[in-house]
C-alpha cells in the first residue's frame, strides 16, 4: 500500500526566502506523486504532478518539484516566496497499475513573512 | 459547469439526523471521488464511483454512512444518524477516468456541523 509523510505541520518564511515543503512516499510499485494547494475556505488545486516523465516537474504560481528515487522524495520547492503563497499544501501519491485514487499526506501550512 | 460543484457549502444540523451532500462532477468525467477533511485527520478517503458503479467503498467509516451515483454524473453522500465525529468538510472530485495519473479536480466541500 502506498503512503505520504510530511514532516511538521507548519512552515514559515520571509517574503522573498526560498520556500522548500518535504515529502516522502512509500510505494511497492513506480508511484504518480501530485502536489495540492489549499487556500483558506477553498477546494484543493493541482499545482503539478510526476508521472514518469521528467523527474523535474514544473508546476502553476512558480512552483516545482524533483522525484528522487533513490530518497523516496518529491519535495516542493520555489525560490521566492510570495505573500500570496501562503496556504496548505498536501502532497499524495497514486499507484501504477492501479486507479488514479489519491492517498495523501497530513498537509503543511506555508506562512509567509513580510 | 466549469467545475465539480457541490451543495450545500455548509450544513448544521443536529445530532442523530440524516443529512444528504450532492456532488455535480466535471461534465464528462466519469470518476467521482469523495473524500472527508477534518482536524487532525488530513484527508481520507471514502469512496469513488467508475460510472455509477462504487468499486472501492474501503475508506467508508460505517454502515450510517453511504453513497450513490445516478446517471453517471451526480452523486450523494448520505450520512444517517449524524454523531458529533462526523463534522467535517466533505469534499468531491472527479476526474476523466479512474486511470492512474489522471488529474483529479476538487470542489470546494460542504462543511458539516453536527451539534
Known amino acids: 500500500a502506498q503512503s505520504v509523510t510530511q514532516l511538521g505541520s507548519h512552515v514559515s518564511v520571509s517574503e522573498g526566502a526560498l520556500v522548500l515543503l518535504r515529502c516522502n512516499y512509500s510505494?511497492?510499485?513506480?508511484?504518480?506523486l501530485f502536489w495540492y494547494v489549499q487556500y483558506p475556505n477553498q477546494g484543493l488545486q493541482l499545482l503539478l504532478k510526476y508521472t514518469s516523465a521528467a523527474t523535474l516537474v514544473k508546476g502553476i504560481n512558480g512552483f516545482e518539484a524533483e522525484f528522487k528515487k533513490s530518497e523516496t522524495s518529491f519535495h516542493l520547492t520555489k525560490p521566492s516566496a510570495h505573500m500570496s503563497d501562503a496556504a496548505e499544501y498536501f502532497c499524495a501519491v497514486s499507484e501504477t497499475g492501479a486507479n488514479s485514487k489519491l492517498t495523501f499526506g497530513k498537509g503543511i501550512t506555508l506562512s509567509v513573512r513580510p | 459547469g466549469a467545475g465539480v460543484s457541490q451543495s450545500p457549502s455548509n450544513k448544521v444540523t443536529e445530532k442523530g439526523k440524516d443529512v444528504e451532500l450532492r456532488c455535480d462532477p466535471i461534465?464528462?468525467?466519469?470518476?467521482l471521488y469523495w473524500y472527508r477533511q477534518s482536524l487532525g485527520q488530513g484527508l481520507e478517503f471514502l469512496i469513488y464511483f467508475q460510472g455509477n458503479s462504487a468499486p472501492d467503498k474501503s475508506g467508508l467509516p460505517s454502515d450510517r454512512f453511504s453513497a450513490e451515483r445516478t446517471g453517471g454524473s451526480v452523486s450523494t453522500l448520505t450520512i444517517q444518524r449524524t454523531q458529533q465525529e462526523d463534522s467535517a468538510v466533505y469534499l468531491c472530485?472527479?476526474?476523466?477516468?479512474?486511470?492512474?495519473?489522471?488529474?483529479?479536480?476538487f470542489g470546494e466541500g460542504s462543511w458539516l456541523t453536527v451539534v
Open positions: 461534465s464528462g468525467h466519469t470518476a
Open positions: 510505494s511497492s510499485v513506480p508511484p504518480y
Open positions: 472530485a472527479s476526474s476523466w477516468n479512474i486511470g492512474v495519473g489522471n488529474t483529479i479536480y
